[in-house]
């Protein structure tokens, strides 16, 4: 069959998958466990001899069809959803490394993955942060024992963009795992496996699911990695080609043992709403530009941080990688400018921590998120007390313009 758009694939890709009753979404499915007349079969099942369903933790019908359309999505081989976003990158971090790794990961974080990875340094697994804006910085921090680089696409609040292509072509040369979260983004800006990713990361619960109404994450193996050159993978996992040892061991480690599995009711609801991805991020997009370029002629604004700006450092590599500059931005105000007073003036944009959501939501990031981990990493991360960060959402653009209208004008 010829190979059929992004949106089209994905309004389609449960109808295909042999549903019962000719339904056109994917039924949820509650059941925990599975039945089977004859016990070999399920003898066979967990031997992984036949394809089957064993127990809900590690298999849901709902969960696969999911699973399916995000791997259409990223172009990958396969893929394993989570509870949550964190779910994901903890489980899959885990499943892969071992006490005495060492991984580079960007110094621009999404602020729990970056309290995650301390954790890891707490467990044995070396953790050095570098500027990944430049893949020279990445190349510096790469030691004997390193065995995966991590990375976002665009990273929040700040919105570096992170030398996606270059850390590619390091990655492949020095046989590293490249693994990019691609939340801020989503698989309809921008494609990973395009730069060489290895594995991908999604919170659904951002921009794929969209209305702020279920949690979710997962990972994508984009079919690049040679599995068989990394030493971590367990004998019990190397039942099929290498090219799934991977996201087999991700499988068997992160979510079997671990166990941040994906509700059904969640997969539903994350199907449902990835089917307007490419209309809402369009949408979001587009006020999002709209709205950093009227704060980067306020006088009350000090400074914007939008890779749709000209200003921006990354301006031209968002412009070359991605569809569009995304629907994160941030705004540091003038001294004297409460952030709290500029907020609060605003009727439409709700204070709230969420992003990627169909409503403008905006948080001031150094008294919330970014609290916990104190004034000199903020600083180095280049997070104001004054900045607040705006996720854009799909809102009639006069009435989004007016709330900053009434906040400025304060
Ligand atoms: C929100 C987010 C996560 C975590 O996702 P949850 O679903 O909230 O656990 C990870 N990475 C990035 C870039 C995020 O924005």
Same mark, same amino acid.
């Given at each position: 069959m010829t190979k059929k758009g992004f949106s089209t694939t994905n309004l389609h890709s449960d109808r295909k998958d042999n549903p019962e009753h000719g339904v056109l979404h994917k039924a949820i499915h509650p059941s925990v466990a599975y039945g089977y007349e004859d016990s070999r079969h399920l003898a066979e099942v967990f031997q992984g001899k036949r394809p089957g369903y064993n127990y809900g933790r590690q298999l849901n019908p709902t969960v696969t069809a999911l699973q399916n359309r995000i791997t259409a999505m990223e172009d990958g081989i396969a893929s394993i959803a989570f509870a949550t976003g964190m779910g994901a990158i903890a489980s899959t971090m885990l499943s892969l490394l071992r006490q005495g790794d060492h991984i580079v990961s960007s110094a621009f974080l999404f602020g729990n993955t970056n309290s995650l990875f301390g954790t890891f340094q707490n467990l044995g697994i070396e953790v050095t942060f570098a500027d990944? @804006?430049?893949v020279c910085n990445v190349e510096q921090a790469i030691q004997s024992n390193t065995r995966l680089v991590f990375v976002e696409t665009i990273a929040n609040p700040v919105t570096q963009i992170a030398d996606l292509e270059a850390i590619g072509e390091l990655c492949q040369s020095k046989k590293l795992i490249y693994c990019v979260d691609n939340t801020m983004t989503s698989p309809h800006l921008f494609l990973p496996k395009t730069v060489g990713a290895s594995l991908v990361i999604n919170s659904l619960t951002k921009y794929i699911g969209g209305h702020g109404n279920a949690l979710g994450g997962i990972v994508t193996d984009? &079919?690049? =990695?040679?599995?068989?050159?990394? *030493? *971590?993978? *367990?004998?019990?996992? /190397?039942?099929? /080609?290498?090219?799934?040892w991977g996201i087999t061991q991700i499988k068997k480690k &992160?979510?079997?043992?671990m166990g941040a599995s994906l509700g059904p009711e969640a997969a539903h609801h994350l199907a449902v709403g990835s089917e307007t991805l490419p209309m809402r991020m369009h949408q979001a997009c587009a006020n999002a530009q709209v709205l950093a370029e009227f704060c980067a002629q306020a006088d009350q604004v000090k400074q914007v941080y939008y890779p749709g700006l000209k200003s921006h450092p990354q301006h031209r590599r968002a412009q070359q990688l991605f569809k569009n500059f995304g629907a994160i931005f941030s705004i540091d105000l003038i001294a004297g400018v409460d952030c709290f007073e500029f907020l609060n003036?605003?009727? @439409?944009?709700v204070a709230s921590s969420n992003l990627g959501d169909t409503r403008t939501l905006a948080i001031p990031v150094a008294h919330t998120? =970014?609290?916990?981990? &104190?004034?000199e990493r903020r600083t180095s991360m280049g997070i104001a007390d004054s900045m607040i960060r705006f996720s854009v959402g799909i809102e009639d653009i006069d009435d989004l313009l007016a709330d900053f209208q009434r906040a400025v004008s304060l």
């Open positions: 990944a @804006t430049e984009s &079919g690049l =990695y040679d599995w068989s050159q990394f *030493n *971590n993978i *367990n004998d019990t996992c /190397k039942n099929d /080609k290498p090219a799934l &992160g979510l079997r043992d003036a605003m009727e @439409t944009i998120i =970014y609290h916990e981990m &104190g004034a």
